[in-house]
Structure formats: C-alpha cells, structure tokens
Nanobody, 115 residues
Framework: QVQLVESGGGLVQPGGSLRLSCAAS????????MGWYRQAPGKQRELVAA???????TYEDSVKGRFTISGDYAKNTVYLQMNSLKPEDTAVYYC?????????WGQGTQVTVSS
C-alpha cells in the first residue's frame, strides 16, 4: 500500500519559513517524479515544485528563489523548504508521486501565512 504523508504545515507570519516533509512508504521516491502542489480556496491546484526521477528540478515562477525542493533517499522523504513566505502562499500543500500510470497523492497540509 502506497502512502504519502505530509507534515510541517502551520501558521507563520509573512517573511517566515516552514519546511514541509513528505514521507513515502510503499514506493521508492527516487524512481518517481515527485511534486509539491498547492490549492488555495477557490483556485485550481497548481504545481509549486518538482523533482523528476532523473533529478531535474523545476519551480513555479512565483516561488523561485524562495522555495527549495529536496529529497533524502535514506529516509525516503521529500522536503519543501519555504522561505520569505507571503500571504499569497496560503494554501493546502499536497505531495504527489507519479510515474507512468501510477499517480499517488498525500492528504495535504495547511500552510497559512498571516500576521
């Protein structure tokens, strides 16, 4: 059974930082394309950052220079370091693992940026 478990969300002031974690079980994430998505109220889910099975990293334009995606093979965990957070980063953040027809999602973790 595949599980992706996100953690690390919370309430943070503008300019603050959070680190999200996505612990994978049932798969070895380095063989998958891993992504962090977010969905704000009333908006479509969007890709924030991704790391391919080949190691290629991409970011959505609004988070470039502020967010960093990384992975720990030993812990089978993918991270999203988020710095200089803005109110517009407020959303539920989801972890995704996909390769071929396999597509798995975590349950999401809420990130709220507010003073």
């Amino acid at each position: 059974q595949v599980q992706l478990v996100e953690s690390g969300g919370g309430l943070v002031q503008p300019g603050g930082s959070l680190r999200l974690s996505c612990a994978a079980s049932g798969i070895i994430f380095r063989f998958y394309n891993m992504g962090w998505y977010r969905q704000a109220p009333g908006k479509q889910r969007e890709l924030v950052a991704a790391i391919s099975s080949g190691g290629r990293i991409t970011y959505e334009d609004s988070v470039k220079g502020r967010f960093t995606i990384s992975g720990d093979y030993a812990k089978n965990t993918v991270y999203l370091q988020m710095n200089s957070l803005k109110p517009e980063d407020t959303a539920v953040y989801y972890c995704n693992a996909a390769i071929g027809y396999r597509d798995y999602w975590g349950q999401g973790t809420q990130v709220t940026v507010s003073s």
